[in-house]
């Protein structure tokens, strides 16, 4: 099947297009569905800032220690790649598959699940499978187009959302007059609740390592990306949630499951809260599309380095690594027909801090290797602490949560054994 053998990818992308990239993968579903969440499991709102706080510090730290791998590794598989320049084949094979297999498509399945939960909300079409399906067929017909496309639409998308943050902060600042309507009380949740909500909200940031072969610059671009695309969404995750506090003025507002609906409509009126629906459900459409463009580029790369069937390193003409694309989707679909958002939730935050233990770790080994610019602080401090941070939140999920975390440990579990086979075979 020649028409299937590897392709390469486009190197089309200037530093705006991924840093559009980067900040719309991180801007989306969280920060719209998980923000009561996170309220009710921290307490109070000093804890719940606090939890934003801590984590988005966790993640700015993330950003430097995988900027300072890309410029060494500037490779399309992004974290995968820094996986098997430090710690070899088996180490970069069970990674891609836990992040081919559970992370990346969790995280694209929890957008979809609550693009699915908008969609019924506003249209009042119970059909929640059959919208579930449409969706991702329509993300994968969409990105199937080339990334050119899908980097356009990202700057858009991304520009959009943070104008509509800008706008909720606004409203959330605007006087009100008379009292504040009283809101039901809602049920407390633990802890790892909110852990789980704010660490969901910023995932996504790595994804800009992803088009390091596409990025026209990337050893110069990577570091902008990464960095930058993270300090701007906790800039902009921390103004948001202190708005929605101070709006709410000491009642349960902000410990609802949509804030922002509630602000809009008490400043605005009902009218104002169908349209905060619209730019919602828009920007989880931006988000969740980021998602479809970047993370086949993993299963590109897993393809062409032998760890995976050779068809999904194939590339269309328009660039697009369209197997890849399409095993992406199916998994999605499959997750999403059957699970819920919190349940999804849980197997993302645990495959995806699973991911982080093993790429992060590879940081130590690279740089000895690989000579290049020393851009993390603190070194070895700060890279230790993420390592050990991630360690610690997949396990307490793990205990907290086994259930749902099931399956990330089979595609661990199954990818080994996988990979003993393959080696014993060959």
Not at 280 to 307: C, N, Q, W
Request: glycine share 12%.
């Amino acid at each position: 099947m020649a028409e299937l053998a590897p392709g390469k990818l486009h190197r089309a992308l200037s530093r705006w297009d991924g840093i559009a990239v980067a900040v719309g993968s991180v801007v989306g579903v969280g920060i719209f569905r998980v923000t009561g969440e996170v309220f009710r499991g921290a307490g109070s709102a000093g804890r719940a800032l606090a939890v934003w706080a801590v984590l988005g510090a966790l993640a700015l730290v993330g950003s430097f220690v995988y900027a300072d791998l890309a410029t060494r590794v500037p490779e399309a598989g992004g974290p995968y790649a820094y996986v098997r320049e430090g710690f070899g084949r088996f180490a970069a094979f069970l990674d891609g598959w836990i992040t081919v297999g559970a992370g990346n498509p969790a995280l694209q399945a929890a957008g979809v699940a609550f693009i699915v939960e908008k969609l019924i909300e506003m249209t009042g079409v119970a059909a929640p499978r059959l919208l579930a399906v449409a969706v991702v067929a329509g993300f994968l017909v969409f990105n199937w187009l080339g990334v050119r496309v899908g980097a356009g639409a990202q700057k858009m998308f991304t520009l959009f959302k943070l104008i509509a943050l800008a706008g909720l902060i606004v409203l959330a600042l605007w006087p009100l007059r008379g009292p504040m309507p009283p809101v039901p009380p809602l049920a407390a949740l633990p802890l790892i609740a909110a852990l789980n909500g704010a660490w969901y909200a910023y995932v996504g940031w790595q994804d800009g390592s992803l088009l390091a072969e596409e990025l026209r610059e990337p050893r110069r671009d990577l570091p902008f990306v990464l960095v930058g695309a993270v300090a701007t969404v906790v800039a902009v995750y921390l103004c948001v949630n202190a708005a929605i506090i101070y709006a709410a003025h000491g009642t349960g507002l902000a410990a609802t499951d949509q804030p922002a609906l509630g602000i809009a409509e008490r400043v605005l009126g009902a009218r104002a809260g169908r349209l905060m629906s619209a730019v919602i459900l828009v920007s989880m459409i931006g988000g969740t599309a980021e998602g479809f463009l970047v993370h086949p580029r993993l299963g590109f790369a897993l393809g062409r380095d032998g760890l995976a069937p050779r068809a999904l390193a194939w590339v269309n003409g328009s660039g697009t690594p369209a197997l890849a694309l399409s095993l992406h989707s199916v998994i999605i679909a499959a997750l999403v027909l059957t699970n819920r958002f919190a349940d999804i939730l849980s197997l993302l935050v645990f495959t995806q801090a699973l991911q982080a233990v093993l790429e992060s770790s590879s940081y130590f080994v690279v740089r000895r290797r690989i000579t290049g610019a020393q851009l993390t602080p603190l070194h070895p401090v700060l890279p230790a602490a993420f390592v050990g941070a991630n360690a610690a939140l997949a396990v307490w999920v793990a205990v907290s949560d086994p259930w749902h975390t099931l399956y990330g440990i089979l595609v661990v579990a199954g990818a080994s054994v996988a990979y003993l086979v393959w080696r014993l075979l060959q």
